[in-house]
């Protein structure tokens, strides 16, 4: 089945930095990628979903200069969040779709990535 | 809007058990609803789908899931687990705006 991978897996940044987390469909061309954060026990909660080469669109309550979502290609989107705060330690998964074709509602899931803010 | 509700937020079997989660969806449409599985660290993979035709649709690893309009439900099942189940088990439907909706999810713990 097709890949989606995540990098970094684990990060720990100071209170005020930010931090860029890369997904990356591997052999498949994502036309659209989702971004969720996972919170412990919880369900996955949708942030934004970007379509390659246009901006993404936000979840209500998702604030989009904190959470900047890009998508510059078919194969890569990055989360970057900005300023960090304790608060927003949770563990974010992407997931990409390849819009086109028979599996077109086909969703992949990345491995999440476990960001903890000191 | 819709919403999809899991009943049980943790169940707890033995191994050889039958298992049963409840999922109810709230759209009256045409529906889209998927179940996923989150094994310890590990990502969401996809257990089984369904868009349309027989309602009853089998998955990967012995799973299975009955959709059934009038209750507006999508309840998985297996006749009998094993301690390899083990894991998250969200439920999901595919929303009018092209959107995954999940579940607040299952934790299923099989004793061995």
């Known amino acids: 089945g097709a890949v989606v991978s995540q990098h970094p897996s684990r990060v720990i940044c100071k209170s005020g930095t930010s931090v860029k987390i890369e997904c990356r469909s591997l052999d498949f061309q994502a036309t659209t990628m989702f971004w969720y954060r996972q919170f412990p026990k919880q369900s996955l909660m949708l942030m934004a979903t970007s379509n390659e080469g246009s901006k993404a669109t936000y979840e209500q309550g998702v604030e989009k200069d904190k959470f900047l979502i890009n998508h510059a290609s078919l194969t890569l989107s990055t989360l970057t969040v900005t300023s960090a705060h304790p608060e927003d330690s949770s563990f974010y998964i992407c997931?990409?779709?390849?819009?086109?074709?028979?599996?077109?509602?086909?969703?992949?899931f990345g491995p999440g990535t476990r960001l903890t803010v000191t | 809007a819709q919403s999809v509700s899991q009943h049980n937020h943790h169940v707890i079997l033995s191994e050889a058990a039958s298992l049963e989660l409840g999922c109810n969806y709230s759209?009256?449409?045409?529906?889209?609803l998927f179940w996923y599985v989150q094994y310890p660290g590990q990502h969401l993979q996809l257990l089984l789908k369904?868009?349309?035709?027989?309602?009853l649709v089998k998955g990967i690893k012995g799973f299975e899931a009955e959709f059934i309009k009038s209750k507006f439900s999508f309840n998985l099942r297996k006749p009998s687990v094993q301690w390899s189940d083990t894991a998250e088990y969200f439920c999901a439907v595919w929303s009018k705006g092209g959107k995954l909706i999940f579940g607040q999810g299952t934790e299923l713990s099989v004793k061995p």
């Open positions: 369904y868009f349309s035709g027989d309602p």
């Open positions: 759209y009256g449409g045409t529906v889209n």
């Open positions: 997931s990409a779709r390849d819009g086109r074709g028979l599996f077109a509602y086909e969703q992949y």
